[in-house]
């Protein structure tokens, strides 16, 4: 391979010889799900659910999560594409934008609230900072130009990156995590059950269940960036379907156990209590790289499609913005941030039900598919105002339905 190839395949399929082994593969989707955001959800469901209804939300939650994103994982290994490249085919080459822009969007303002994620935290409890929505010192912003810098250089290198990241930091957040976990609960007043039993218990199983969909059916959107690389459509579902099971089951696991025995959403909040203050950090730190590399990655992809410029002119240009806006982004940015995941479901099921029936190969190069585009823009309205069911489930149905009537037409 001369210096010159894109390693990336940003505008072409992933060749059969730069596929990734399935331990590759799964070690890098397992490292998307490892979101700390979802971990804020798991102290939601501790909060409303019995030990039992944690459990029954998660098996829920989990399969529709799967099915969507493990679609979508055969549909990226199979083509070789990624998701910009499958919304060409499906949205017409002006088109493909739409989508393009929501997700780098997104996924560059939750890399920003990441940097902050990990700032923050390290600000306040280790370094004994005052860190309010109105005042960060300048160790705060230091921290988070620093992270900033090092996940921006990671997702530049592109996949192999990636790759290295997540081989380093999935066996070390699953193992440290999951001790810091046991310890809390074998150091609490009660064990697991009985400390999921207390509380208003308000929450039912279904709104549990739309909560643990919420959480990641946006990123998962973006499944066909990773998948692309994997060695057929039977690997690239069977890996994402096990991952995403695993990985975002253990974040409100973590998330569960941080709010009931340590008044956290996080378990760097556990491992703190337990005075493991350096490991804290290192997990906290892994944690947030491995989704934040996926998120940037997945920024300069789209950012690419849009503006023709190279993925690596975009991921610095997208990491740049997210570290600058980090901060603000935090204080200021996650209910927007939320508003805008719901407008990436519709995305993926028109790509889903596009490819699948066979249209994906058979459309003719056109600029706007204007069935895909309002399906989008009204699945997004409705996903939003829509207060019943699955905000997310809502808004693809929406979308399906528009972009059935308009192939129709």
């Not at 829920?60 to 060409?88: F, H, N, P, Q, V």
């Not at 990241?165 to 001790?179: D, K, N």
């Not at 207060?387 to 979308?399: L, R, T």
Request: with cysteine; glycine share 12%; hydrophobic share 50%.
């Amino acid at each position: 391979m001369n210096k010159t190839t894109d390693i990336d395949y940003t505008k072409k399929p992933v060749e059969k010889s730069a596929r990734k082994s399935n331990l590759s593969m799964f070690m890098v989707m397992l490292g998307f799900t490892f979101f700390s955001a979802s971990m804020w959800v798991g102290q939601q469901l501790a909060a409303g659910l019995t030990w039992s209804g944690f459990l029954w939300a998660l098996l829920l939650g989990g399969i529709i999560l799967a099915a969507y994103t493990g679609a979508l994982g055969w549909i990226g290994a199979e083509s070789g594409l990624s998701l910009d490249m499958l919304s060409r085919r499906s949205f017409g080459t002006k088109g493909s934008y739409l989508p393009s822009a929501l997700i780098s969007f997104t996924q560059t303002g939750w890399f920003g609230v990441g940097l902050a994620m990990f700032a923050i935290p390290v600000a306040k409890e280790l370094m004994g900072l005052e860190v309010t929505p109105d005042h960060m010192p300048w160790q705060g912003y230091l921290l988070v130009a620093v992270a900033g810098i090092l996940m921006t250089a990671s997702a530049y290198f592109g996949i192999k990156s990636l790759t290295i990241v997540s081989y380093i930091a999935v066996p070390a957040v699953a193992i440290l995590g999951t001790v810091a976990m046991i310890l809390a609960v074998r150091n609490g007043d009660a064990g697991l059950v009985e400390q999921f039993s207390k509380g208003t218990k308000d929450l039912g199983i279904i709104a549990g269940a739309g909560l643990v969909v919420g959480s990641f059916v946006s990123g998962g959107t973006a499944t066909p960036n990773f998948t692309r690389f994997a060695k057929s459509g039977r690997v690239g579902l069977i890996i994402t379907v096990i991952a995403f099971f695993l990985g975002n089951s253990l974040m409100f696991l973590f998330g569960a156990v941080s709010s009931i025995y340590a008044g956290g959403n996080d378990i760097f909040e556990v491992m703190l209590n337990l005075n493991l203050f350096y490991i804290a950090v290192f997990v906290l730190g892994l944690n947030i790289w491995t989704t934040n590399d996926n998120a940037l990655y997945t920024a300069g992809l789209g950012l690419s499609n849009i503006f023709g410029l190279s993925k690596k002119t975009m991921v610095i240009i997208s990491g740049i913005i997210g570290t600058l806006s980090a901060v603000w982004l935090y204080w200021n940015f996650c209910g927007w941030l939320n508003v805008l995941n719901c407008t990436l479901p519709p995305v993926g099921i028109i790509l889903i039900l596009d490819y699948f029936t066979g249209k994906n190969k058979k459309h003719k190069e056109v600029k706007v598919n204007w069935s895909a585009v309002i399906g989008v823009v009204a699945g997004a309205v409705v996903a939003n105002l829509v207060h019943w069911g699955f905000a997310s489930i809502n808004g693809m149905a929406v979308a399906a339905l528009c972009w059935w009537i308009g192939n129709k037409l």
